[in-house]
């Protein structure tokens, strides 16, 4: 079972770190992506990371601002976002995908195994 948290409200040019835990299973044995929804929109992917953290995808709405990584003795993946933009304003959500040792991807229906998202707001 998956568990994204970290999520809150922040100003324009903050920064949050997500996390994303499991209970039960060893994420180092999946491809981790994190994906967000706003309202109104469709779910888009967001960064993933294979398991060997040699293959590591941003959108390109992120690139420079979030980074993404394991810490496979806290079983646990974060996203770290930093320069928030108001347009960052969604519920994220990890998932976890039984793929290939060097690849992730950055489409959501190939993800196995999805937690309960966290709501990021970014306002001032």
């Known amino acids: 079972q998956l568990q994204a948290s970290g999520g809150g409200l922040v100003q324009p040019g903050g920064s949050l770190r997500l996390s994303c835990a499991a209970s039960g299973s060893t994420l180092a044995d999946y491809a981790i992506g994190w994906f967000r929804q706003a309202p109104g929109k469709e779910r888009e992917g967001v960064s993933c990371?294979?398991?060997?953290?040699?293959?590591?995808y941003y959108a390109d709405f992120v690139k420079g601002r979030f980074t993404i990584s394991r810490d496979n003795a806290k079983n646990t993946v974060y996203l770290q976002m930093i320069n928030l933009k108001p347009e960052d304003t969604a519920v994220y959500y990890c998932a976890a995908d039984v793929a290939s040792y060097n690849y992730c991807s950055r489409y959501g229906s190939e993800y196995d195994y999805w937690g309960r998202g966290t709501l990021v707001t970014v306002s001032s």
């Open positions: 990371t294979s398991r060997s953290d040699r293959r590591i």
